[in-house]
């Protein structure tokens, strides 16, 4: 569940053992953190995650504007579980502090930001089980990969045997035939029943690339096949049919797309 707050004057938050994981996200002013025994200022540079059974103490400054991310406990072990194809025995604990540095981190930031704009612009999203169910998994995969967490080990490619070449063969022809059934890389892992280190490092040293880069690549061209032959007419026509193509960030994918083509989706169906 993804909501934003804005505070006129000062305000303190308690919470005494949370039931889910909170990400916030200040986006103007700043704000105090509380939280397993260390204390942060939280800006639009610097995020928190507070955990699942901790508790949690806030105080925001007048003017403070954030966003805000409920995770379910469930949907964070699920989507561990995937990633590592082992069973994930204890309660996941992340590091409280989120900063905006670092590749993996800047793109989380900017990839959250960007289904929240999605979000704002069709909010029938956020009701439908089929359209969010995907947006909310490639979100805790994301944050995963970029948060350090107590599992953060398992998911180093350094730690994986790579997948052998018949594997890697398996995914990029599942990818080239069905990207649509794929919303995320960790789909295509559990697919072939690997974990995501693993076969990111069987692309690396067979490929030379990533499955995120593969299935990017793939899904750009499949939807653009599908927008030549559909020929959409307008802007809710085209996202509609997007999202049946497992394009989960539009936002982000739109942009990909321009870079990719010269246009937008929506040009493209105009152009053609």
Same mark, same amino acid.
């Given at each position: 569940?993804?909501?934003? !707050?804005?505070?006129?004057?000062?305000?303190?938050?308690?919470?005494?053992?949370? !039931?889910?994981?909170?990400?916030?996200?200040?986006?103007?002013?700043?704000?105090?953190?509380?939280?397993?025994?260390?204390?942060?200022?939280?800006? #639009?540079?610097?995020?928190?995650?507070?955990?699942? =059974?901790?508790?949690?103490?806030? @105080?925001?400054?007048? =003017?403070?504007?954030?966003?805000? @991310?409920?995770?379910?406990?469930?949907?964070?072990?699920?989507?561990?579980?995937?990633?590592?194809?082992?069973?994930?025995?204890?309660?996941?604990?992340?590091?409280?502090?989120?900063?905006?540095?670092?590749?993996?981190?800047?793109? @989380?930031?900017?990839?959250?930001?960007?289904?929240?704009?999605?979000?704002?612009? $069709?909010?029938?999203?956020?009701?439908?089980?089929?359209?969010?169910?995907?947006?909310?998994?490639?979100? &805790?995969?994301?944050?995963?990969?970029?948060? #350090?967490?107590?599992?953060?080990?398992?998911?180093? $490619?350094?730690?994986?045997?790579?997948? #052998?070449?018949?594997?890697? $063969?398996?995914?990029?022809?599942?990818?080239?035939?069905? /990207?649509?059934?794929?919303?995320? &890389?960790? $789909?295509?892992? %559990?697919?072939? =029943?690997?974990?995501? #280190?693993?076969?990111?490092?069987?692309?690396?040293?067979?490929?030379?690339?990533?499955?995120?880069?593969?299935?990017?690549?793939?899904?750009?061209?499949?939807?653009?096949?599908?927008?030549?032959?559909?020929? /959409?007419?307008?802007?809710?026509?085209?996202?509609?049919?997007? %999202?049946?193509?497992?394009?989960?960030?539009?936002? !982000?994918?739109?942009?990909?797309?321009?870079?990719?083509? =010269?246009?937008?989706?929506?040009?493209?169906?105009?152009?053609?």
């Amino acid at each position: 569940m993804h909501t934003y !707050t804005a505070y006129g004057a000062e305000a303190i938050v308690d919470v005494t053992e949370l !039931t889910f994981y909170v990400v916030k996200i200040p986006l103007r002013g700043s704000l105090v953190v509380d939280s397993q025994s260390r204390r942060f200022l939280a800006s #639009p540079r610097l995020g928190s995650v507070a955990d699942c =059974g901790n508790s949690v103490s806030m @105080w925001l400054g007048a =003017g403070c504007e954030q966003l805000i @991310w409920r995770i379910e406990p469930t949907l964070v072990i699920r989507q561990l579980a995937h990633m590592i194809n082992a069973e994930v025995e204890h309660r996941v604990l992340f590091d409280p502090n989120l900063p905006v540095t670092g590749m993996r981190r800047r793109d @989380w930031m900017a990839l959250f930001k960007s289904l929240v704009t999605d979000l704002s612009r $069709d909010p029938s999203l956020a009701t439908d089980p089929l359209l969010i169910d995907p947006v909310e998994r490639l979100l &805790v995969q994301e944050l995963l990969l970029a948060q #350090p967490h107590s599992y953060t080990m398992f998911l180093l $490619d350094e730690f994986a045997s790579p997948a #052998p070449s018949r594997v890697v $063969d398996a995914a990029t022809e599942l990818m080239h035939h069905q /990207p649509q059934r794929y919303p995320t &890389v960790t $789909d295509v892992a %559990r697919e072939l =029943g690997v974990g995501l #280190p693993a076969l990111d490092k069987g692309f690396h040293r067979h490929l030379d690339t990533t499955v995120a880069a593969v299935l990017e690549a793939k899904r750009l061209r499949h939807v653009r096949k599908v927008l030549l032959a559909a020929c /959409p007419s307008d802007s809710v026509a085209v996202t509609r049919l997007l %999202r049946k193509q497992s394009v989960v960030a539009i936002s !982000t994918f739109t942009n990909r797309y321009l870079r990719q083509y =010269g246009e937008t989706p929506l040009q493209t169906t105009y152009r053609h």
